[in-house]
Every structure is written in C-alpha cells, then in structure tokens.
C-alpha cells in the first residue's frame, strides 16, 4: 500500500470503521430520505385526487342548482295555467247559473 505524502498512516487502517459507520448512517438517511420523498408523492397523489373529486362534485352540484331551477320553473307555470284554468271554470259556471236565473225568471214572466 502507497503512504500519502505528510502522513503517518495508512489510509483506511484507522478510518475505516468511522467510514464504514457514516456509510451506514447515510444509507439509513437516504431510506428515510426516499421513504418520506415516497410518501410526499403519495400525498400529493392523494391531494390531487381529491381536488379532481371537489370540482367534479362542484360540478355536479351546480347541474343539480340548475335542474332544480329548471323544475321550479316548470312547476310555477304548471301552477299558472291550473290557476287559470280554475278560473275559466268559474266563469264558465257562473256564466251557466246566470243564464239558468235569466231562463228562469223568463219561465216566471210568461
């Protein structure tokens, strides 16, 4: 083995141990490192998926707010033309009674 310039040992004799420690060391932080880089995808998977179900939901929503408005709509004018039908009823009715008062009081007269 070749000895460096200026030193008094050989390299790795003493070192070695502390490398092989710090080795482990960043072995174990690179797991944890890509684990926690892992589980931030994960989330922001998560995240986007959610966001993606919120404007679908939004979506949604907003179609049922205007269907609604449209059966509102529909039922109002289902309501007027009842309401006026109700009321041709009546004057016809009360057309049909006057004119039985006007026959009977001609039937009386004569």
């Given at each position: 083995m070749v000895m460096p310039a200026g030193a008094s040992l050989t390299p790795?004799?003493?070192t070695r141990p502390e490398?092989?420690?710090l080795r482990r060391e960043?072995?174990?932080?690179?797991?944890?490192?890509?684990?926690?880089?892992?589980?931030?995808?994960?989330?922001?998977?998560?995240?986007?998926s959610m966001?993606?179900?919120?404007s679908g939901m939004e979506q949604e929503f907003q179609g049922l707010q205007t269907r609604m408005k449209d059966l509102e709509e529909n039922y109002r004018k289902?309501?007027?033309d009842l309401l006026a039908e109700r009321i041709r009823r009546v004057r016809v009715e009360r057309e049909l009674i006057l004119a039985k008062i006007a026959q009977a009081e001609t039937e009386n007269d004569g």
């Open positions: 790795g004799f003493f490398t092989e420690k960043m072995a174990s932080v690179n797991a944890t490192l890509q684990q926690v880089q892992a589980d931030n995808t994960s989330l922001q998977r998560y995240a986007d966001q993606n179900d919120r289902l309501a007027e």
